[in-house]
């Protein structure tokens, strides 16, 4: 990697614990020298009309702006009239698919050893089109959308993945012997797709199947690719399996390129600003956000020095049993880069 | 149990390896002094248009005459115009309550213990409704339907269901963060329930975080209940937990106190007629159909035996680890009543 000029990226530090995580990503990321500097950006206190959110219409050119940027946990402020800030980065950024690696850290043991797999989750429609309404009093209905682009785009996006990081299989996670339209769409467009890639083996799983092979047996799988609420169902699966969404990164990947990494566990409130809280997911998805800018060293030097002080265990916070302060294990990570 | 005319049940030994089980259920009562006499119904080999389906007619009416049956697998036979057998049963029986007890079986090790919860799902509506269509091409939509009636319905019959079995706790899973009317309108309803048990708490628990939850630690669930699709994935989840689908029971409540018990795996084709199935779901879903009937003392009997038989291990299913034949552990378990 060649270029001088540091790489801007946006940076959310977000509510409850966010800044304390996100102060031990930076901390980390300028120990290993990784030539970013950010651009932070705040939720507002009022609705900004322009975004019908919480979020700044200046956040969100940022990210268009940097084209990358890391996210941690937002508390969607109560009340009616605006948008829910998750929802609104995805709309407003295009943010289609939704990539989160799960595996066993080791050292830390769960019920489940060696699991190694990729949710891939399409981010933009299905059941959160936001289609709702009552057809008469007491019974309402919601419309879950599937089209052809999006299908497309996030199963190319699955299969581009899957070639590009050496995996062997893609499935696709569905319902079409119930949705045969809607999930039956979705399975089509990943079969073209899959006829593109002769290379990846492509299978395809009914969801609640999926499930039960997932809890019963994870090494089945590899790369799943599936829409919108499968894949929020899954991915929070996948990551109870190796130990919870503290531990688990994910990264959205938005049209003409954009990643939005995100630590997606919640803003824990009632730890915040106690020196408590563990930086472990929002920094596996700052590397994440690294891969994405191929900065393939400082990568796998940080993601290194995570793992082997959770494996080493001298240093770990609370959520993990131990007795770590948040900045005794952001500085524990930093001796081991 | 007093009553010396015996109850007349219809069976559906179902396909593939069906009937195999559906002889060791009928063995077992058998022995075991069931005061049941069977009333065997096949799966058609023409579709009948009166249930638009290969669901003979008669098979349904003898159902809704004895007002309790039990169903092996069905495969719903290949090509077009003509309705899935499940879905039929669930529609023109209007079973609205799919029960599913999933506990740890003594002996038989997974890597969880001390499962004991009960899932409930709604099975008339929600995504199952049949109501899809495409926009324009490349666009294609699908109605979930939630009705006040049904939400209702089953939630009466979880909250009346976790008091008469001494249950604790009801947790209502949803999506209504996102679907706020649809799920919403649900989750209004179980707590409308709820209300009326006040002896029974009552939680609300969001379908991602269930899942995570579930595989972390089931021990924190005891009844769920939730609309037809989170049904159908999260009971075969926790059918992972302890083991899978050829081991678990289910039964079907309708309108009126119809109950059509069902194993739910699949017909197995690959090894039908060859003496190497496992009757253990399809015997099980005997048993809730006697506590159905209020034949406790015959269902405990008989599922000590299978319990019994399972946890002493010398007479296990191909399945299970084991090497007996369909008839020796239908033998076993005999000996065991
Ligand atoms: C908070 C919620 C709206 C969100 C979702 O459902 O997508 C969350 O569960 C996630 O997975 O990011
Ligand atoms: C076979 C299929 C239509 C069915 C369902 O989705 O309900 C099955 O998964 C079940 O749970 O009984």
């Not at 020095?305 to 007795?323: C, F, P, V």
Request: glycine share 8%.
């Amino acid at each position: 990697f060649f270029s001088s000029a540091p790489i801007r990226a946006t940076l959310f530090p977000g509510d409850g614990i966010g800044p304390e995580i996100a102060e031990s990503v930076k901390q980390i990321f300028k120990a290993a020298d990784v030539p970013i500097e950010w651009e932070e950006h705040y939720v507002g206190t009022e609705i900004d009309p322009r975004t019908q959110s919480f979020l700044t219409w200046e956040s969100l050119e940022s990210v268009r702006k940097n084209q990358v940027g890391l996210k941690g946990p937002m508390a969607t402020p109560i009340g009616k009239g605006h948008r829910s800030l998750n929802l609104t980065l995805r709309k407003e950024l295009n943010l289609y698919a939704n990539v989160r690696p799960c595996y066993s850290l080791p050292g830390y043991k769960t019920r489940y050893d060696n699991v190694n797999l990729i949710t891939i989750r399409e981010n933009t429609e299905g059941e959160y089109s936001g289609l709702e309404h009552q057809v008469v009093r007491g019974v309402v209905e919601s419309l879950k959308i599937i089209t052809r682009q999006a299908s497309l785009r996030v199963a190319e996006y699955a299969f581009h993945y899957a070639k590009a990081h050496g995996r062997e299989r893609v499935s696709a996670i569905h319902k079409a012997n119930i949705m045969q339209k809607t999930d039956g769409l979705f399975l089509k467009c990943c079969r073209e797709v899959a006829e593109k890639y002769p290379e990846i083996k492509y299978e395809e799983v009914v969801i609640d199947n999926c499930c039960m092979m997932l809890v019963k047996n994870p090494a089945l799988f590899d790369v799943l690719v599936m829409p919108n609420l499968y894949g929020d169902i899954i991915s929070d699966l996948c990551a109870g399996l190796v130990g919870g969404l503290g531990l688990t990164p994910s990264c959205n990947i938005g049209e003409g390129g954009i990643a939005l990494a995100e630590a997606v566990h919640g803003s824990a409130p009632d730890i915040a600003g106690k020196n408590l809280a563990n930086p472990t997911a929002l920094l596996l998805s700052g590397v994440s956000m690294l891969r994405h800018l191929n900065l393939h060293d400082k990568a796998d030097q940080i993601q290194n020095a995570i793992l082997n002080t959770i494996a080493e265990g001298k240093y770990r916070t609370a959520d993990l049993g131990g007795k770590a302060k948040t900045t005794e294990f952001t500085k524990a990570i930093i001796d081991h880069l």
